[in-house]
């Protein structure tokens, strides 16, 4: 039998505040004490806070002035007092100290005060490339502008120049990777001069990552092993928060990137003509439009990377890893990718010229309409690779591996299928020589292919490939 519901008893806390309103009026009033207590200490904290900052900050900036008094005023100084004057401005957190000792920097020329005023900098520390990023695009544009003859000649502001590269250069090193907030956008800290004593920026096995460093100029640097990528403050790969450089539009000719960490890195129209990277990971990494003619890339992890219109004309890309990577319209003429692993990656309309492609892995690679004219693939291995519109025109394909490939509109004019010599006779059929290296064609349908002569018919058709001239 249903029996009704009962009414829902009240919460015990309810009940005791209707029965005990004496009580409750008091915890009330407590609590709004309580609040109102909490909040002028937090108040009080608060104004005290800002009351030391300025005291903090009156103090730093009373010092200041003290010792550029000191500094500027008394000739007598020696230089280890003006030394010592020097690095104590440095510990002074005060952003007239920094930039202070950043003019400074540029008029000095007593080396060991330049040295001394640079490790003052270092003390100073990240908070200082602010200030030195616009000292060094003042003193390049006025080097490149021509202006310098009207004021100081170039070898005085190529100096300074040094002098501003160099401070920079050992802060990068000396906060390895505390600096991945910094915007070092359009910084020249490539090679200044060509005597022993020029600028070389070498900032090897140094944590990189999260830097801007777009437009600007390295050249000539060398980051050898060093990380452009690190996991972000939850401390896991491939999430939202991962730090990574931004090298777009950065000028890195002839630099030494070998074994750097370079993954998912945004290199759009860098140039990195004739650098190194060998054995450089760069998987994955946006390289759209970027300049790598005659770059050394042998063993480089460039696996999914984005290439599309980059030129790598006369690169090495020997046991390169290019597994999906994207190089659409990129330029490889005379490239060098000996063994380079290209399989399932996108090549379409890519210009091989006189490229050296041997024992190269492209099966299932895109290659339509790519220029393959005049290159070397033998025992490469194009397993269902798609060659629709290709020019094989005086291709080398000696051994290789065409089994499953789609030579739809392909130009095999003057193509090598097998390097035998054959005589010169009227024999359609010429069975090849033994011990001749030759291509694999068992099964691949010729029938549409451009521009076949009479002998590569005959190996076709020998080596159980599919033409409409076969027996």
Same mark, same amino acid.
């Given at each position: 039998m249903i029996t009704p519901e009962e009414p829902s008893q009240q919460p015990k806390l309810w009940q005791w505040t209707r029965q005990n309103p004496n009580y409750t009026l008091l915890g009330v009033a407590l609590l709004g004490m309580s609040a109102v207590l909490v909040t002028l200490v937090g108040t009080q904290i608060y104004i005290q806070i800002l009351g030391n900052q300025r005291a903090t900050e009156q103090r730093n900036s009373q010092q200041f002035l003290a010792l550029t008094k000191q500094l500027n005023l008394n000739s007598t100084t020696t230089d280890k007092e003006r030394q010592?004057?020097?690095?104590?401005?440095?510990?002074?957190?005060?952003?007239?100290?920094t930039q202070y000792l950043v003019d400074l920097l540029s008029r000095e020329t007593d080396p060991i005060l330049v040295k001394t005023i640079q490790q003052a900098l270092v003390?100073?520390?990240?908070?200082?490339?602010?200030n030195l990023k616009r000292m060094n695009q003042f003193l390049t544009g006025e080097l490149e502008s021509g202006r310098s003859s009207k004021a100081l000649p170039p070898f005085v502001l190529?100096?300074?120049?040094?002098?501003?590269?160099y401070a920079i250069g050992k802060i990068l090193a000396v906060y390895n990777g505390q600096t991945n907030s910094l915007d070092l956008s359009n910084v020249h800290l490539n090679q200044n001069g060509s005597e022993e004593s020029s600028f070389n920026l070498v900032l090897d096995k140094i944590d990189l990552w999260g830097i801007k460093f777009k437009s600007a100029n390295l050249s000539f640097g060398s980051f050898k092993g060093s990380r452009f990528r690190g996991v972000g403050e939850d401390g896991r790969w491939d999430t939202y928060d991962d730090w990574i450089a931004d090298l777009s539009q950065a000028r890195m000719t002839q630099a030494n990137l070998a074994e750097a960490n370079l993954s998912r890195v945004l290199m759009i129209r860098t140039d990195l003509s004739r650098a190194t990277l060998n054995k450089a990971s760069l998987s994955n990494a946006r390289l759209t439009g970027a300049n790598?003619?005659?770059?050394?890339?042998?063993?480089?992890?460039?696996?999914?990377?984005?290439?599309e219109n980059v030129?790598?004309?006369g690169a090495n890309l020997s046991n390169a890893q290019l597994k999906d990577a994207d190089l659409y319209a990129a330029r490889l003429g005379r490239v060098i990718a000996v063994g380079t692993q290209l399989s399932f990656a996108n090549l379409t309309k890519?210009?091989?010229?006189?490229?050296d492609l041997t024992g190269a892995?492209?099966?299932?690679? %895109? /290659?339509?309409? #790519? @220029? &393959?004219?005049?290159?070397? +693939?033998?025992? =490469?291995? $194009? !397993?269902? *690779? %798609? /060659?629709?519109? #290709? @020019? &094989?025109?005086?291709?080398? +394909?000696?051994? =290789?591996? $065409? !089994?499953? *490939? %789609? /030579?739809?509109? #392909?130009?095999?004019?003057?193509a090598i299928l097998t390097p035998g010599k054959q005589n010169q006779t009227e024999q359609f059929v010429q069975t090849p020589a033994i011990g001749v290296q030759s291509a694999v064609v068992e099964g691949v349908d010729f029938s549409q292919v451009n521009n076949l002569d009479a002998k590569?018919?005959?190996?076709?058709?020998?080596?159980?490939?599919?033409?409409?001239?076969?027996?």
């Open positions: 010592k004057t020097i690095l104590a401005i440095g510990t002074i957190k005060d952003s007239q100290a003390n100073v520390g990240p908070n200082a490339i602010p190529q100096k300074q120049l040094q002098a501003n590269q790598l003619s005659s770059a050394q890339l042998e063993g480089a992890d460039l696996q999914g990377a984005v290439l030129s790598l004309t890519t210009d091989w010229q006189g490229a892995y492209l099966d299932h690679t %895109n /290659l339509s309409h #790519a @220029n &393959l004219n005049a290159t070397r +693939l033998a025992n =490469a291995i $194009l !397993r269902s *690779a %798609n /060659l629709e519109n #290709a @020019n &094989l025109r005086n291709a080398d +394909l000696s051994l =290789a591996d $065409l !089994r499953g *490939a %789609n /030579l739809t509109g #392909a130009d095999f004019q003057g590569q018919i005959a190996y076709i058709c020998t080596q159980g490939g599919l033409h409409p001239r076969c027996p």
